[in-house]
């Protein structure tokens, strides 16, 4: 245990001397992770508002069989309305964004309100471009003259107004603030984490493999006292603390990024506050060390393997975009935490991760995912020894 406490000493003196390690460890997650942040809300933000101040564009037809409705447009100054536009034209000309939506009033229109009936009006509108803010505003307008005229119907008629509605409805949604929002932040959360634990101990891992081969100084390593098993557990404790450290720098810069934001909602902020608590931290916190230690142990094996640092990192960046498919399907809603999803490695920490924060997560499911993270992490560290115990591994040349 000494020997290896020896060879953790020296690998970590050699990775904190290399600028790039510090770099991609510490000073990039610190950094990025609040800038990325700020920017995102602030361009969210600001392009809502944009789209909620922009005037709409639409084509108004048949506006003599609903005089009332089309007066509502015109009287509306966020409306711009386009004469002689044949119906023919209305969806190419959205999709040109010559217009933004339109109206269509049939003919049947004013029979069937003369007559007490359902009338109905047809609407165009994209609702893939500016926030839908088109068909909201358009619905909104409508639904006020729908009011006018049901309205009108009841005073005529001499009818109590709650005779149109038998049954009401008292919506009572029993998931509370925090829960919606750890859901939302559970979910981004993990991507930031793991994609900066991966990355972060990436060039510590191909310097103390593939690097330590190319300067000659892997067989000075294996000339000393120190079994293989020893050398390779000293380097794997160094590039898992790196992975570690990248991914808490990465909650820490996530933390620093959300407190430099001013415009969040106080109700919002208060709750977010609430959920990232020790406890919480703590528990996210434990489930990176298994992971860190599969990363560790992954990235160790393809370094080792490798002929060269430039081989070992093209071998490893593709694997840089795998990990990201389990975090992806971890924001898809519909897929959440059980007995089956706990063993599955990456998804496990990312749907963890949100449970964890919403205050939901069911103990059974898990320590599954602990136990699934701790095993993947024991035979990943004895697969990276048995590697290197290969001669032809080692000295590949």
Not at 155 to 182: C, M, P, S, Y
Request: hydrophobic share 50%.
């Amino acid at each position: 245990m000494a020997r290896v406490g020896t060879i953790f000493k020296k690998e970590l003196t050699d990775v904190l001397r290399d600028k790039r390690t510090i770099l991609t460890m510490v000073v990039v997650p610190l950094v990025l992770v609040p800038l990325l942040l700020t920017i995102v809300i602030k361009v969210t933000q600001r392009q809502q508002a944009r789209a909620e101040q922009k005037e709409i564009t639409i084509a108004f037809l048949g506006e003599e069989y609903a005089p009332g409705l089309y007066n509502r447009f015109v009287a509306d100054s966020q409306f711009t309305i386009v004469e002689q536009v044949a119906e023919r034209d209305i969806e190419s000309k959205i999709r040109e964004e010559e217009l933004d939506g339109a109206v269509i009033v049939p003919l049947t229109f004013p029979e069937r309100v003369a007559a007490d009936e359902q009338a109905s009006v047809i609407i165009y509108f994209r609702s893939s471009s500016s926030f839908n803010v088109t068909e909201r505003r358009i619905t909104e307008i409508i639904e006020a003259y729908d009011e006018e005229i049901v309205g009108s119907r009841i005073r005529r008629l001499e009818l109590d107004e709650n005779l149109f509605d038998a049954i009401g409805v008292e919506q009572q949604d029993v998931a509370t603030l925090k829960e919606v929002l750890g859901k939302t932040v559970g979910g981004v959360l993990p991507y930031i984490f793991i994609i900066f634990m991966f990355t972060g101990a990436m060039y510590p891992g191909i310097d103390l493999g593939a690097g330590e081969k190319e300067r000659g100084t892997l067989e000075t390593l294996l000339s000393s006292p120190a079994t293989r098993l020893e050398i390779v557990m000293g380097k794997f404790t160094v590039v898992a603390l790196a992975a570690l450290a990248s991914g808490l720098v990465a909650i820490l810069g996530l933390y620093l990024g959300l407190r430099s934001v001013a415009d969040l909602p106080a109700d919002a902020v208060a709750v977010v506050w609430e959920i990232l608590n020790v406890k919480v931290i703590a528990m996210i916190a434990s489930l990176l060390v298994p992971l860190a230690a599969f990363f560790a142990a992954t990235i160790l094996a393809v370094s080792i393997h490798a002929k060269s640092f430039k081989e070992a990192q093209s071998s490893l960046t593709p694997l840089s975009i795998v990990i990201v498919v389990p975090v992806v399907l971890g924001l898809l809603p519909g897929i959440e935490l059980n007995v089956q999803t706990a063993l599955i490695p990456i998804l496990n920490v990312s749907l963890a991760t949100k449970e964890v924060i919403a205050g939901t997560v069911e103990p059974l499911h898990l320590i599954i995912a602990y136990l699934s993270l701790f095993v993947l992490a024991a035979l990943s560290i004895w697969f990276c020894a048995a590697w290197f115990n290969r001669e032809e591994t080692l000295f590949r040349t």
